[in-house]
């Protein structure tokens, strides 16, 4: 992950055009590079992506289309988006509240909240489920005190109501939250630390109050980063398989988003609606791609005019 | 007292750190303590019994090996595209380069059942791979008849361990890739011309001045790529067989536990796994550390 991170700050295009010959490896070794490079990269990621679309369309674009035709595919499908419109909004505003206070002010204890914020991406995603079990679920530490019953301490309203968190809704959100955690703050923290703080200086000079600054100066500044972190972050939201499948208990048409439906038509080896539904997920992927390499692009193109200016 | 070293005129330092560690409490902290905390509660003998039986061992074996494997193979890959990426130019490179990312953005589970679909038997490669991995165990039996490749390699590719094998190089392709093209990209071309007017031939270049240079990173991008495919769990279960004792990585060992009730066996499990993946990320961060420090110079 630290690729994605680094390259928005420090990629450059560089396509060397004029090699001196000194440098440049002879022929044999050129051709060779390239040949393992090109039959690597056909394998294991040209021959995956084009079987998702080959086997959907496997027995005709009439039964593909009938596929979708299915409440419980539908429901996966409205669950998918509804999980990323509560998870990626969520983790946009702390990743806002995140960089904003380490890029900008130096305080004890910010190298150990730094790396506190990259820890979901270190941790699997099955266990990242298992946690919210371990504090939601009926052996939890909140799980006996959710369900509908006498509990001391707490008011009549509360002991009526039934709140199920976990084979439930809030459940797959809230692992869902955990898997995208750090994705829109390790975007924003690197940028932010190299675009300082002197605009803002300036803004507040002028008499701009603490959020005229921060819609007019800083947002639209990093508004890229942003752009570039949600759409990550809304790509791992929506395909989040292992930490779901722990949390959802897989009722059909409630609480299976796309990945878990897709998981039960191949189980049933329906499989061309299991690839049907994928080459959704497999549309989304390539969309996240491509929005991010013209971003990229950009933002190399920003940085050249930049420098020659 | 002050937590701010330094009085900043800037405002909402309160409000955005007080917002980051109250979001940071609930979401990550307090959910990953109770993992700790309930395996604290075990006696040391319910402990070991979960994360040391057989089958979890073998689970173990399983997952670590065939991750470092992978992610072996990934560095010798990764670095050969990263190579071609940055120093060749070539129609569609731009392509190549936005599809490397394309394990990141894939969800897994499509991952899983498309690997599984190409692999499998009458799949797209496996109707010709199938037949030569079974050639390529029988000379090996031929070779050393002492072990028993069949059991060790697994008898086929897809539903076996080679499968495992796939879909763990498949998650951890970008990350060797990522990690080396930056460093790439900055190496000054006045090195190696320095190298070559000194008397060096190309080889010698290539393997005294641009390797060093390049380690680093490419250790680091190993080092990823091996934490990312050791708790992978989505793109594996499709094609592994899972079968017990043979081809059953640690995620879904945890996984088979939730499903049998026992939460505390599969809680046992995932504290094993996390202390070894902090141990890893404390790795690298002292690589990455150390690897710009070497740049800087």
């Known amino acids: 992950m630290a690729g994605i991170a680094s390259s928005l700050t420090e990629k450059q295009g560089s396509a060397r055009g004029g090699t001196p010959r000194v440098i440049r490896n002879p022929l044999w070794v050129r051709v060779l590079f390239m040949t393992i490079a090109f039959v690597f990269v056909a394998f294991f990621l040209v021959l995956p992506l084009s079987a998702v679309f080959g086997e959907a369309l496997r027995k005709g674009l009439r ?178 398989f292992g930490a779901v499948s722990v949390v959802s208990g897989h009722i059909r048409g409630e609480t299976n988003t796309m990945p878990l439906h897709i998981e039960i038509l191949y189980n049933e080896y329906n499989f061309v609606a299991a690839f049907a539904v994928s080459s959704l997920l497999a549309l989304l992927a390539l969309v996240t791609l491509v929005l991010k390499s013209l971003i990229e692009w950009q933002h190399a193109r920003t940085r050249k005019d930049a420098a020659s200016a | 007292m002050s937590v701010v070293r330094q009085r900043s005129v800037l405002p909402g330092f309160g409000l955005s750190l007080g917002f980051t560690v109250t979001y940071l409490s609930l979401i990550v902290l307090i959910p990953l303590a109770a993992a700790f905390i309930r395996t604290a509660e075990m006696s040391w003998g319910d402990f070991v019994q979960a994360v040391a039986s057989p089958r979890v061992l073998a689970s173990y074996r399983l997952s670590f090996g065939v991750s470092l494997l992978a992610a072996l193979v990934n560095a010798f890959f990764g670095f050969i595209v990263a190579w071609v990426l940055v120093r060749y130019s070539f129609p569609g490179r731009k392509i190549v380069d936005a599809l490397v990312d394309l394990p990141f953005a894939l969800p897994t589970a499509v991952a899983g059942i498309a690997l599984t679909a190409i692999y499998a038997k009458n799949g797209w490669v496996g109707q010709w791979a199938e037949p030569m991995w079974s050639g390529f165990l029988a000379w090996l039996t031929g070779v050393m008849p002492s072990v028993d490749w069949k059991k060790l390699l697994g008898a086929q590719i897809a539903f076996d361990r080679p499968g495992v094998f796939i879909a763990l190089t498949f998650i ?126």
């Open chain 2, 172 to 297: 951890g392709l970008p990350f060797v890739v990522r990690t080396l093209q930056p460093v790439l990209e900055e190496l000054e071309p006045e090195l190696e011309e320095a190298a070559a007017s000194l008397g060096a031939n190309r080889w010698q270049t290539m393997t005294r001045v641009i390797f060093p240079e390049l380690l680093p990173p490419l250790i680091t991008g190993f080092a990823l790529a091996f934490a990312r495919a050791v708790g992978e769990y989505g793109s594996v279960v499709f094609i592994a067989g899972n079968r017990p004792m043979h081809s059953e990585i640690t995620p879904l060992l945890i996984i088979t536990k939730l499903e049998q009730y026992d939460v505390r066996g599969a809680t046992a499990i995932a504290v094993v796994m996390l202390v070894t993946s902090f141990i890893l990320l404390f790795l690298i961060n002292l690589l990455q550390k150390w690897s710009r420090r070497h740049h800087r110079i």
């Open chain 1, 63 to 240: 039964v593909y289309l009938a596929s979708f035709n299915d409440p419980d595919a539908l429901s996966a499908i409205k669950l998918t988006l509804l999980t990323a419109l509560c998870a990626v909004p969520a983790n946009l505003v702390f990743g806002i509240a995140a960089s904003w206070c380490i890029a900008k002010f130096d305080f004890r204890g910010k190298a150990l909240l730094t790396t506190l914020i990259d820890l979901p991406f270190a941790v699997s995603p099955v266990i990242s489920g298992l946690i919210y079990v371990l504090v939601f679920g009926l052996q939890g530490w909140l799980g006996p005190y959710l369900g509908a019953g006498d509990h001391p301490w707490f008011g009549e309203w509360f002991n009526q109501q039934d709140i199920k968190i976990i084979f439930a809704v809030p459940g797959i959100v809230l692992a869902t939250m955990f898997v995208t955690f750090p994705f829109v703050a390790r975007e924003l923290i690197p940028l932010m630390q190299a675009q300082g703080s002197d605009e803002e200086y300036a803004a507040l000079t002028l008499g701009a109050s603490g959020w005229q600054m921060f819609w007019r100066v800083t947002l639209p500044n990093i508004k890229w980063g942003l752009f570039y972190g949600v759409i990550l972050c809304n790509a791992r939201a929506m395909g989040e």
